[in-house]
């Protein structure tokens, strides 16, 4: 912050601004010191472009992403020929596929377009889930204290030791078996259908859901611990203020950096959970494309067509980059002590 | 400390019972056995296959019977009868009397082969592998990390943080793919998929082929999997140094004309070690269950591939014995962990 600004605040202050105002200011602050991070920005930029890509996939894409064209084939793209030179002797040109075309011929540029959606949704629909359910939780635990806390703590503690990877692998067989020969009519219909609707991904966020959601909770909880002794809550409990006023008016707002921090920074893992799960088979289903279930596709034919998995590999990488790009970037604007640090 | 070992006992064995209740009970919910086909079996056959592994018993009393089975141990003067129904993991001759601990169960997919087969052939494999991804995650990800804290804001730093922020950002399958598709399929340096030792292995899971033949199959999938907790130590050893150096003590240290490699070595690194180890523990078992994909990836004959299968095949010992030995795994790392914190940091007692 500069002297100027310094300057500008303390004379809006001793001329008596309203208190909201200082709130607002720290979360203009927060984004001033974002826009100045080169690597935020430039992770921030890339996030833009993907949700564009995402929403505009249809427009975007030159081809359909499920459409099979059978003559052709893993077919290569002659500019491919220059970064592959191995493909030389064997490989198929056709230039109407700007990265290849896939071992059933569909355009492979489509499909990691397309593929934009999925890793999108899970990469917003996972942390709200895991927020939602891990802030009350966790904002429950340490605002009560005492024996609810013990009790919802030890909880969480045992819910930890499950293997995470091996519980969502087992809840996504049990959901995807359970669910699919079920009689129209019933809730359990309705959610099946939603899934298919959404190509498969209700059941990973659930998944996700059901095991990310302990970390998150533990945060809060953390976090509300620290602020309830604050004077400032003492002050609205004096003034005869609800628990769920107190909860939601004083504490919450006061914790909820950190917790988005937390959330942004979790976005990754998210991301690259769904990519194992489509590519062992249990994430979306096909013909829906997943940047996961393109680089299982694409190992099988590594050795002679190496751009089939090059391309989405790239892809998902980038997006984490981006993402932890701009999670690092929210993390020393929220709170420039922590810099460097996790 | 005993007793705060003992406490962590009693949790572990909590969370043993609460794992295996919902793993259980998951498993049964989903419709389809064990041995439901596209054709289905002649009922008489389905009937002897149900009562052979008690299926067909009311389904608490499958679970107790698997409770009894797994944890608790037999003292008998009966030698192992070495059938299918009869394996334990742990079957050690005390005198005259065995001690005999730990029954998973046979497996339904395998027929010839028990829970504890595919453990004892399969889990070393994926220890070996965890263990080595642990090691390069240390060895990369420490001295990326001193470098940036001694070296702070300059390009060493920043050439470490971008190694770093590779590390996270890329995952396995990705990595995975890339390093086989460069070093296995174009340069033919490292055979692209497979493991480099089979049973037996010493002490349970050690290699007896300790070379290029064992580790030319290591050095990609180690790498694969260790590089992004690498990035996570690296973050972690620079901020922690970071902290540390501008602490009194340090100052003083300097202040008395100490060398500053001692200054470093002596004092400054022991003391910022401390957040690293803490965070072994979660980062053992991500490790751990890690290798599943890693081994997917590159085709290791490890857990991974077991577990995967039985649950399209609905094995359900195979299951159980899986998830329950690796929550094992986490229970222990933490507490490990939390012992050696004690250990480093006299300040923390555990009562």
Known sequence: MSQETIRLKEKALAGGMPLTQKRENLWVDAFRRLIRNRAAVIGGTIVIVLIIMAVFAPQIAPRSYEKQVLNDQNTVPAWLLSIFPTMKPYARISNDYVFGADYVGRDLFSR??????????????????????????????????????????????????????????????????????????????????????????????????????????????????????????????????????????????????????????????????????????????????????????????????????VFPALALAITMFAFNFLGDGLRDALDPRLRGTQ | MGRYIARRMIYLFVVLIVVSFITFGLMHAVPGGPFDREKALPPEIMANLEKRYHLDDPLWKQYLNYLYDVFIPRITTQPPKGTLEDDFLISAKMGGVWLRWMNFGPSYSSRSRTVNDIFRQQLPISAQLGTMALLVALIIG????????????????????????????????????????????????????????????LLGFLPTNWGWEYFRFAIMPSIALGLGSSAVIARLTRASLLQTIREDYIRTARAKGLQERLVITRHALKNSLIPVVTILGPMFAALVTGTFVTELVFGIPGMGKYFVTSITNRDYPVIMGTILLYAVFLVIANLVVDIVYAYLDPRIRYD
């Open chain 1, 112 to 309: 990691i377009v397309y593929g934009a959606r999925v890793s999108l949704t899970v990469a917003f629909i996972g942390p709200l889930i895991s927020l939602i359910i891990g802030t009350i939780y966790g904002s429950i635990s340490g605002y009560f204290g005492g024996r609810v806390d013990n009790i919802m703590m030890r909880i969480v503690d045992v819910l930890y030791a499950f293997p995470g990877l091996l519980f969502i692998i087992l809840l996504l067989a049990f959901f995807r078996s359970t669910l699919t020969k079920i009689e129209p009519g019933t809730f359990a219909y309705a959610v099946s259908q939603l899934d298919a609707r959404l190509g498969g991904m209700l059941f990973i966020f659930i998944g996700i859901g059901l095991t990310a959601w302990e970390t998150m909770a533990r945060l809060t909880r953390g976090q509300v611990l620290s602020v309830r002794e604050k004077e400032f809550i003492e002050a609205a409990r004096t003034i005869g203020a609800s628990n769920l006023r107190i909860m939601f008016r004083h504490i919450l707002p006061n914790i909820i950096g950190p917790l988005v921090v937390a959330e942004t920074l979790a976005i990754p893992g998210y991301i690259s959970t769904e990519a194992f799960l489509s590519f062992i088979g249990l994430g979306v289903n096909p013909p829906t494309p997943s940047w996961g279930s393109m680089i299982a596709d694409g190992a099988q034919v590594i050795r002679t067509y190496p751009n089939q998995t």
């Open chain 2, 142 to 201: 420490m001295p990326l990390g001193i470098i940036a804290a001694l070296k702070q804001n300059t390009i060493f730093d920043y050439i470490s943080m971008s190694v770093a922020i590779f590390g996270v950002s890329v995952p396995v399958i990705v990595l995975g793919p890339l390093l086989i598709w460069i070093f296995g399929v174009t340069l033919k340096w490292l055979p692209p998929t497979g493991w480099g030792a089979k049973p037996p292995y």
